[in-house]
């Protein structure tokens, strides 16, 4: 009954400020559109890229092998390290947090379709590239598998981009294509992906063989690269660490020598974006707090201007018994009430516009990294944190000045 009373007082004192409360209401909806949209292109802008990033390594190490800058044990600095398909094993075996170490090979190659011919970066891998570089089929087709590398197959799995350049079309599995004078049969293709990282290009313009068909065709003895994947992302810096000491005891380098086998470790990669894009949306955020501080202001002046009409009876409330308590709560629980209510509308105009967004096609350049922004939990609860401590902020000070009216000058005032 008790909060019906306090719903019904409310809805009265906003008849008699019905201008105010209109202004202050559309303010506080401004304020909330203000900070949900910049937080949730924030989030979709920080998703994206982080995607963009786990689409070229998903939380890999890539190694490469380099060349010594450190004396180590008497052997002079300058001296090649060249990485080779059994380094991988030795990894597998003596880091017990790797969860999977392939090889890979890769060289510009000639492609040729009857006239159309098309320059491109090939590697040569095992079936587990597929997931660790996320170079996943399109429907119909399929990428390598055992028994192309163990029969060393002539088979090859093409980027959407460079299929469509040679054949007119992203998917033509089955048909023949010559690489450097040979021919493949095309297996699979890669529909288009968001890349922001690359080597040699983006993925959907490369071609990629069975490790050892290249290998037989090639005769390559060293490696290129060695893809890593630790079992979890946060031992991404030991791992690092930990190949560099397993390959240094091999070929006899400093265990500190960066440059002997250079790293590119996308884990410590997507950490340092992921602080990044925090520091961004907590940017964002303060951007949008300050329109609801300006409709804060507007809600404490109405609740100001309403404590002052009610003084009579505020005196009465206090003569008859009411606790300060009542008073502080009845205030508090109006200036609450307006900062949600313009919420919910700000908060359901957000929800609209972020919907309609997803609706139109992507775009590539900007709008294909800011036209999907994100309603995460983060978002949603900062904007209640904001809304609440707008609320109480607003009603606490009149809400102080209403309760410590004096009975007797209350009921005198006029």
Known sequence: MNILMLLREFLQDIKSQRTRAFLTTIAISWGIIAVTLLMAFGEGLSFRMREGLLNAGDRIIRVYGGQTTKKWQGLPVGRRILLKEEDCRVIEKNIPQVDVAVPGFGRYSRLKVGDKISSTHMEGVYPEFEFLRRTYHAAGGRFLNGKDIEERRRVVFLGG?????????????????????????????????????????????????????????????????????????????????????????????????????????????????????????????????????????????????????????????????????????????????????????????????????????VQEGAMEFLGRPLLSTSVIVVSISLLTLIGLLAGVFPARKAASVNPVEALRYE
């Open 161 to 361: 981009e460079i299929a469509k350049e040679l054949f007119g079309r992203p998917d033509p599995i089955g048909e023949k294509v010559e690489i450097d004078g040979m021919p493949f049969t095309v297996v699979g293709t890669m529909p288009k992906k968001l890349q922001t990282s690359m080597n040699n290009g983006p993925d959907d313009r490369r071609a990629i063989i069975p490790f050892t068909t290249f290998q037989s065709i090639y005769g390559d003895k060293y490696l290129d690269e060695m893809i890593v994947k630790p079992s979890r992302a946060k031992d991404g810096m030991y791992v690092e660490q930990e190949i560099r000491r397993v390959l240094g005891k091999k070929y006899q380098f400093d265990p500190t020598d960066e440059r002997a086998v250079p790293m590119w470790n996308f884990i410590e990669n997507e950490e340092e974006g992921a602080k990044i894009f925090k520091g961004i949306n907590i940017f964002l955020a303060v951007i949008g707090c300050m329109t609801l501080i300006i409709a804060g202001v507007g809600v404490a002046n109405i609740m100001f201007v309403v404590a002052k009409e009610r003084t009579r009876e505020i005196g009465i409330k206090r003569a008859v018994g009411a606790k300060r308590s009542y008073i502080i709560f009845q205030f508090i629980f109006e200036s609450l009430l307006i900062a949600f209510s313009g919420g919910l509308i700000g908060f359901l105009v957000s929800v609209g516009i972020i919907k309609l967004l997803w609706m139109m096609p």
